[in-house]
Antibody, heavy 119, light 112 residues
Framework: EVQLVESGGVLVQPGRSMKLSCAAS????????MAWVRQAPTKGLEWVAT????????YYRDSVKGRFTISRDNAKSTLYLQMDSLRSEDTATYYC????????????WGQGVMVTVSS | DVVMTQTPVSLSVSLGGQVSISCRSS???????????LSWYLQKPGQSPQLLIY???NRFSGISDRFSGSGSGTDFTLKISRVEPDDLGVYYC?????????FGGGTKLELK
């Protein structure tokens, strides 16, 4: 069974940093691109970033480029999101997702972790 | 960026009924490789989103045949037949043809 378990969410002040982790199991982690998708309170889904299988290619939405860094450790089957210079508009539930080659979609999602940016 | 527009924003349905949700993209979703990467997701209350349909009309593993997707280019539709209580929630379309990946604003399906 595919499982994605996020951790690291908490309350943080504007301008500070936070790192999210996602532990994956039930599939060959190194064979799939991975992504983070977020959802602000009462809002819709917003893609944040994607990383290729090797980690050699990364893609970001413009609003987080230069502030967020997606990375992965295939030996540990773990996905990360380093978030720097956090803003109030980054407040959201962050979902770890598996991105597929067959549909360029997100076929499995974690339970999500809440990140609140507030003073 | 590809803008995804869903209509309606909300929908009321009776159990056993049928509904359709529309999704339009601001650009063609046909990829250079000829595939069209349009997906549908359902977010049930208090849960994470789940994949229903990928590449316009392919049902994901374990998804009932009551869900069907159709469309091409920039115009897509999700149909749900014989609606059950477990179908209620917010439906999102999403495109994977180009970065940034984008989603529609969502359609809330409620009981009449």
């Amino acid at each position: 069974e595919v499982q994605l378990v996020e951790s690291g969410g908490v309350l943080v002040q504007p301008g500070r940093s936070m790192k999210l982790s996602c532990a994956a199991s039930g599939f060959t982690f190194s064979s799939f691109p991975m992504a983070w998708v977020r959802q602000a309170p009462t809002k819709g889904l917003e893609w944040v970033a994607t990383i290729s299988t090797s980690g050699g290619s990364t893609y970001y939405r413009d609003s987080v480029k230069g502030r967020f860094t997606i990375s992965r450790d295939n030996a540990k089957s773990t996905l990360y999101l380093q978030m720097d210079s956090l803003r109030s508009e980054d407040t959201a539930t962050y979902y770890c997702t598996r991105e597929t080659y067959y549909g360029y979609n997100f076929d499995y999602w974690g339970q999500g972790v809440m990140v609140t940016v507030s003073s | 960026d590809v803008v995804m527009t869903q209509t309606p924003v909300s929908l009321s349905v009776s159990l056993g009924g049928q509904v359709s949700i529309s999704c339009r993209s601001s650009q063609s979703l046909v990829h250079n490789n000829g595939n069209t990467y349009l997906s549908w997701y359902l977010q049930k209350p208090g849960q994470s989103p789940q994949l229903l349909i990928y590449k316009v009309s392919n049902r994901f593993s374990g998804i009932s045949d009551r869900f069907s997707g159709s469309g091409s280019g920039t115009d897509f539709t999700l149909k749900i037949s014989r609606v059950e209580p477990d179908d209620l929630g917010v439906y999102y379309c999403g495109q994977g043809t180009q970065y940034p990946r984008t989603f529609g604003g969502g359609t809330k399906l409620e009981l009449k």
